[in-house]
């Protein structure tokens, strides 16, 4: 087994706790908070982690380039915005067809691995995609509400819906982010993918904290106070957050962003597992088709 399969699973697993925190932060603050915890909180998480990697290989912080500053600075803003985007759809009535639309960025990432990185993905990997794709999609509609239908004049029309557009714009901006920083950890050339790694997340993040604390300072002081009122279910967040993006910048430092970002569904499989072991509700025959389809997608990626 390739080593960027097993990151990417543990990476998945622990993206699954963060997103279920950050949802619940949602009702605590505003979507510019919300995203600032994971970033800001996340940030001492990142340089503990490269500083642990650095002791650990006795490696030397590599030496950064024009072309590193650039593609971590296209991606650190492109996260901000999907993840921003990803926040404003915990809040609106028609989630789930927002989220399966953000669910998207693997066939995005691929698009723009061809077109920036001129990486062309294997014909495993895009049957990988499509499949596990298809069974996001089904997954995230399953528990549509039936008024929601109801009330929609054609199911095309609930798809065109503004929270689907909020949704397909989320995966774009997170299909970019996800080459990008590729493209920076790449353009390092060593010592190894895990500093690599570890400095692309650091700068990003950093910038990123940054960004926000600034946005939030000009023109949302009263967030500041909501953010340091839940420190601790914000620290919580951003330590899931960190460990998670280490795992998925070190994973894309090895292989395809969208081959990742593919096999990265499995935390739908992680979200249901949770929701009938621990809180034992019940699924339904969709469910149980999509998180099969997600199942035979990730398969067909652990052994091509």
Same mark, same amino acid.
């Given at each position: 087994?390739?080593?960027?399969?097993?990151?990417?699973?543990?990476?998945?697993?622990?993206?699954?706790?963060?997103?279920?925190?950050?949802?619940?932060?949602?009702?605590?603050?505003?979507?510019?908070?919300?995203?600032?915890?994971?970033?800001?909180?996340?940030?001492?998480?990142?340089?503990?982690? $490269?500083?642990?990697?650095?002791?650990?290989?006795?490696?030397?912080?590599?030496?950064?380039?024009?072309?590193?500053?650039?593609?971590?600075? +296209?991606?650190?803003?492109?996260?901000?915005?999907?993840?921003?985007?990803?926040?404003?759809?915990?809040?609106?009535?028609?989630?789930? +067809?927002?989220?399966?639309?953000?669910?998207?960025?693997?066939?995005?990432?691929? @698009?723009?691995?061809?077109?920036?990185?001129?990486?062309?993905?294997?014909?495993?990997?895009?049957?990988?995609?499509?499949?596990?794709?298809?069974?996001? !999609?089904?997954?995230?509609?399953?528990?549509?509400?039936?008024?929601?239908?109801?009330?929609?004049?054609?199911?095309?029309? $609930?798809?065109?819906?503004?929270?689907?557009? @909020?949704?397909?714009?989320?995966?774009?901006?997170?299909?970019?982010?996800?080459?990008?920083?590729?493209?920076?950890?790449?353009?390092?050339?060593?010592?190894?993918? $895990?500093?690599?790694?570890?400095?692309?997340?650091?700068?990003?993040?950093?910038?990123?904290? !940054?960004?926000?604390?600034?946005?939030?300072?000009?023109?949302?002081?009263?967030?500041?106070?909501?953010?340091?009122?839940?420190?601790? @279910?914000?620290?919580?967040?951003? $330590?899931?957050?960190?460990?998670?993006?280490?795992?998925?910048?070190?994973?894309?430092?090895?292989?395809?962003?969208?081959?990742?970002?593919?096999?990265?569904?499995?935390?739908?499989?992680?979200?249901?597992?949770?929701?009938?072991? !621990?809180?034992?509700?019940?699924?339904?025959?969709?469910?149980?088709?999509?998180?099969?389809?997600?199942?035979?997608?990730? !398969?067909?990626?652990?052994?091509?």
């Amino acid at each position: 087994m390739e080593l960027w399969i097993p990151i990417t699973i543990a990476a998945a697993f622990v993206q699954n706790m963060r997103s279920g925190l950050q949802r619940h932060l949602r009702t605590k603050m505003g979507t510019t908070g919300a995203t600032f915890v994971r970033f800001g909180f996340g940030l001492p998480v990142a340089f503990v982690l $490269l500083a642990i990697v650095l002791w650990l290989t006795g490696a030397a912080l590599p030496a950064t380039n024009a072309s590193f500053w650039l593609w971590v600075t +296209v991606g650190a803003f492109a996260q901000i915005l999907a993840q921003a985007l990803l926040v404003i759809m915990f809040t609106r009535r028609s989630f789930a +067809v927002g989220s399966a639309y953000s669910r998207t960025e693997p066939i995005q990432a691929v @698009i723009f691995g061809l077109v920036f990185l001129s990486e062309r993905a294997a014909p495993s990997v895009l049957a990988a995609i499509a499949i596990s794709v298809s069974g996001v !999609i089904v997954l995230t509609l399953a528990r549509q509400p039936v008024g929601e239908m109801a009330r929609s004049r054609s199911p095309f029309a $609930l798809l065109a819906s503004p929270t689907a557009l @909020i949704g397909l714009v989320s995966g774009t901006f997170f299909g970019l982010a996800a080459v990008a920083f590729r493209a920076a950890s790449l353009s390092l050339s060593g010592p190894n993918f $895990l500093v690599q790694a570890g400095l692309t997340l650091c700068v990003a993040i950093t910038m990123q904290t !940054i960004v926000i604390l600034v946005w939030m300072a000009v023109r949302d002081r009263a967030e500041l106070r909501r953010i340091a009122d839940a420190w601790r @279910i914000g620290a919580l967040t951003g $330590l899931a957050g960190a460990l998670a993006s280490f795992g998925w910048f070190s994973a894309m430092t090895l292989q395809q962003a969208g081959a990742v970002k593919a096999l990265a569904q499995i935390e739908m499989l992680f979200a249901y597992a949770t929701t009938v072991l !621990i809180f034992r509700e019940p699924i339904n025959r969709a469910e149980i088709a999509g998180c099969a389809l997600v199942a035979a997608g990730v !398969i067909v990626l652990v052994v091509a």
